[in-house]
């Protein structure tokens, strides 16, 4: 799937694929919420409509079937003066190796605000499938008054590392012990009462080596250095609940802006 639209011409998009909240000082915030039936963004190996039992019967597909096949999604947003994006969508989760390439653009003015949640999960544990997917590719870019103040990358390949004198990795090796990895981008004057939250609850962490990996890490960065409004936060957790009850908490200052039921819609 490719897109690339603008905001006005998202809403039809956005309702039926991801959550997401605009808000403006005009208006009262707008939510969309499509609650997937397995609370996640699902990224299949197979052709759209078709049952993987119907696939491995016919096999007058045989060609499309062995040629490398990508999902792919380019976004573009505008956020105008004085409004704010919220994009929160469920995790994605890529199936048996499955593809997916994204990539999401941001042009924001001066004032406008933006959240951004872009996270993966390690795959259907329940079926035993965890990092097995073949490719994860995410991009999101930040632009503000047409000067680019952040780009985030993300590639998860399936390929083995072969380093000499070093045993092969697969994906699994390299992202265990944890299942869930979350990226969270937050800019603009209406977000900075949560950045400033998260920068006390840093400056607390005491750093020390331990035997046995956490169940949940993460880190506080800057956009960019001449981005003074803006912060990057990083999340690694051993379950996907958990990180998302963690992005509940630390993110609490956000219901300011969208309020609380709002916000508890995201998290829930």
């Given amino acids: 799937m490719s897109d690339s639209r603008s905001m006005s011409d998202l809403e039809p998009f956005l309702c039926c694929y991801l959550r997401y909240v605009v808000y403006n000082t005009v208006t009262p915030p707008l939510f969309y919420n499509n609650r997937h039936s397995q609370g ?16 491995q019967e016919d096999r007058s597909l045989a060609p499309f079937l062995d040629a490398p096949k990508i999902t792919s999604q380019d976004m573009n947003f505008v956020v105008t003066a004085t409004s704010a994006l919220f994009l929160l969508p469920e995790p994605v989760t890529c199936f048996r190796c499955a593809s997916y390439n994204q990539k999401q653009t941001f042009h924001l003015s001066q004032d406008a605000s933006l959240v951004i949640l872009d996270w993966i999960t390690s795959g259907r544990k329940s079926l035993g499938e965890e990092w097995v997917f073949s490719r994860y590719y ?21 390929d083995e590392i072969d380093v000499k004198q070093l045993p092969r990795r697969i994906l699994s090796d390299r992202l265990a012990p ?19 939250d998260l920068a006390t609850q840093y400056e607390s962490i005491s750093v020390f080596k331990t035997a046995v990996p956490a169940e949940l890490i993460w880190s506080l960065s800057p956009i960019s250095s001449g981005a003074k409004n803006g912060a990057v936060v990083r999340v690694a957790g051993k379950e996907t609940e958990s990180v998302k009850h963690w992005l509940g908490n630390a993110l609490k200052r956000l219901e300011l802006v969208v309020g ?6 995201a998290f829930t």
């Fill in 40 to 55: 996640s963004t699902k990224i299949f190996k197979t052709r759209p409509g078709q049952r993987l039992a119907s696939v």
């Fill in 178 to 196: 944890y299942s869930c990895y979350a990226t969270v981008i937050l800019y603009g004057p209406l977000i900075q009462p949560a950045i400033r």
């Fill in 260 to 265: 609380i039921d709002v916000y508890r819609k």
């Fill in 138 to 158: 995410s991009v999101n870019e930040v632009w503000v008054e047409g000067k680019k103040i952040a780009k985030d990358v993300m590639l998860l390949d399936d």
